[in-house]
């Protein structure tokens, strides 16, 4: 299965800034996906990302505050704009293993904004 | 779109016991059924995962059933051990619908000496 890196795994930020949060893996993905754990909830998918297309975004997220790159088959970007405390979460990427299955997830970035 | 629902919310066994936790869904599309565990600080794992052309599957201690009639499927975890301790998760996707996975709201399952 995939390998997923995930950076930073843990940050405080001040609000109204921004953080980006990187996404590598080790073989090429048509699809990522990146993901918001709320503290002590479950799994919201926030958007899809496909090499060389604009993402899919899930209702109730918007691009302008959480942009996303894809820029080759096996490394995504997600950004989190003008922070507030409400966006303190987990932030995690996912990818398919094999065409519809078996999803890998990376090990999140902890996200308190202050 | 789907909607998962898990039950129970926390569960709690003794060493060695079986536990059950449950989900049910919503799109009769659906047709992929992963479970995640997830520990504290630790992204979800994969931990079995059934395909709606089967009815259960099994992999040492855990198995998974589907009642795809019913609309719900199980995750059974047998002999329990302080490891299995975690935080579990179903999922549900419709394969080729844009493969997006929709989670349950977890089972905090604790495991008892």
């Known amino acids: 299965s995939a390998v997923i890196s995930q950076k930073p795994s843990r940050d405080i930020c001040q609000r109204g800034t921004s953080l980006t949060i990187q996404c590598q893996v080790d073989?090429?993905?048509?699809?990522m996906f990146w993901y918001r754990q709320q503290p002590g909830q479950s799994l919201t998918l926030i958007a899809t990302?496909?090499?060389?297309?604009?993402?899919?975004?899930e209702s109730g997220f918007v691009i302008d505050k959480f942009p996303i790159s894809r820029p080759n088959l096996t490394f995504s970007t997600l950004t989190v704009s003008n922070m507030s405390p409400e966006d303190s979460s987990i932030y995690l990427c996912?990818?398919?293993?094999?065409?519809?299955?078996?999803?890998?997830f990376g090990s999140g970035t902890r996200l308190t904004v202050v | 779109g789907e909607n998962v629902e898990q039950h129970p919310s926390t569960l709690s066994v003794q060493e060695g016991d079986s536990a059950v936790i449950k989900c049910t869904y919503s799109?009769?599309?659906?047709?992929?059924f992963p479970w995640y565990k997830q520990e504290l600080g630790k992204g979800p794992q994969l931990i079995i995962d059934?395909?709606?052309?089967?009815g259960e599957k099994k992999d040492q201690r855990i198995a998974v059933t589907l009642n795809k009639t019913a609309k719900h499927f199980s995750l059974h975890i047998t002999e329990t051990q302080p490891e299995d301790s975690a935080v579990y998760f179903c999922?549900?996707?419709?394969?080729?619908?844009?493969?997006?996975?929709?989670f349950g709201t977890g089972t905090q399952l604790k495991v008892e000496l």
């Open positions: 996912s990818v398919e293993r094999d065409a519809g299955y078996g999803y890998t």
């Open positions: 073989s090429q993905v048509t699809m």
């Open positions: 990302a496909n090499q060389g297309s604009e993402a899919t975004y």
């Open positions: 799109d009769s599309a659906s047709n992929y």
């Open positions: 059934i395909r709606s052309n089967v």
């Open positions: 999922a549900a996707s419709r394969r080729g619908g844009g493969n997006k996975l929709t």
